[in-house]
């Protein structure tokens, strides 16, 4: 009796693999697959729409958790919450090897037994373009915002500050964020040095009223009303911990009349 045949998997034994899937687990897959499409395809027949068409191994379950949280994490910590949040995995790293326990099993399964992508090496690799990624995109974001903060800000390019006027960049700050020109030695000696403490007023402004913004202080109230909530929530630990110093400080001179005696 005919019937399909199926090319035979192959192993390599000699190049280690990112995505490493045993015969053993190929096989396990295949009948895993087919028993589920016999019973989706009963539900199918009594009217029911299966949820699930793609049958997974334990090991490839791991695999695509840890491909999605790998895709954002910036740092192993980071990366333990998602699997552990999303996915309820397990990470555990131990003699810089990593180690991850799906949610139906008992035993850990290591980063060897799943692919080279799935190695310390690999993942801390990730992790730091990750967070590269993250910062240029953050630097990109304050770049496009910078020009329009203000209504009264003048339109130039940043690597031109010719066009930037004295007035502009002559703010009188309590906060110290601009630096004063009118009153900055160097700047008056070198030219080059003026200009280079223009592009970073100018930047430094735009940052400032970019922050205003994310916060949402509409006005110097609002301003002043979150700084003295900071400061009340800090008065209290700050008494304690003098009191403390005070009582450690009583401890410590009757120690010396002891020692006295």
Request: proline share 4%; with cysteine; glycine share 4%.
């Amino acid at each position: 009796m005919g019937g399909v045949i199926h090319p035979l998997h192959q192993v390599d034994l000699l190049t280690p693999a990112e995505r490493k899937i045993t015969e053993k687990e190929y096989w396990a897959q295949r009948r895993g697959q087919e028993k589920l499409d016999e019973l989706n395809q009963k539900m199918k027949e009594d009217g029911i729409t299966p949820k699930e068409t793609r049958y997974q191994t334990e090991k490839q379950f791991l695999r695509d958790a840890i491909d999605d949280a790998a895709s954002t994490a910036q740092s192993p910590e980071e990366f333990s919450k998602i699997l552990d949040e999303k996915y309820h995995i397990i990470f555990k790293i131990s003699r810089n090897r990593y180690s991850y326990l799906h949610p139906g099993r008992k035993k850990y399964i290591t980063e060897r037994n799943l692919g080279t992508r799935y190695t310390e090496d690999f993942l801390l690799k990730a992790f730091e373009e990750n967070t590269k990624s993250h910062r240029e995109q953050k630097e990109e974001i304050l770049e496009q915002q910078a020009p329009n903060t203000s209504t009264d800000l003048p339109t130039v390019p940043f690597s031109d500050t010719s066009a930037i006027s004295t007035p502009f960049i002559f703010i009188k700050s309590d906060l110290r964020l601009v630096i004063d020109l009118q009153t900055c030695i160097k700047a008056q000696q070198s030219g080059a040095y003026a200009q280079k403490v223009k592009l970073t007023n100018l930047k430094q402004m735009a940052q400032t009223v970019a922050y205003i913004q994310e916060h949402g202080y509409n006005s110097l109230d609002d301003f002043h009303v979150e700084l003295n909530q900071a400061s009340d929530q800090t008065s209290a630990p700050r008494k304690s911990l003098k009191d403390t110093e005070q009582q450690l400080k009583d401890v410590n001179e009757q120690i010396e009349k002891v020692k006295d005696l």
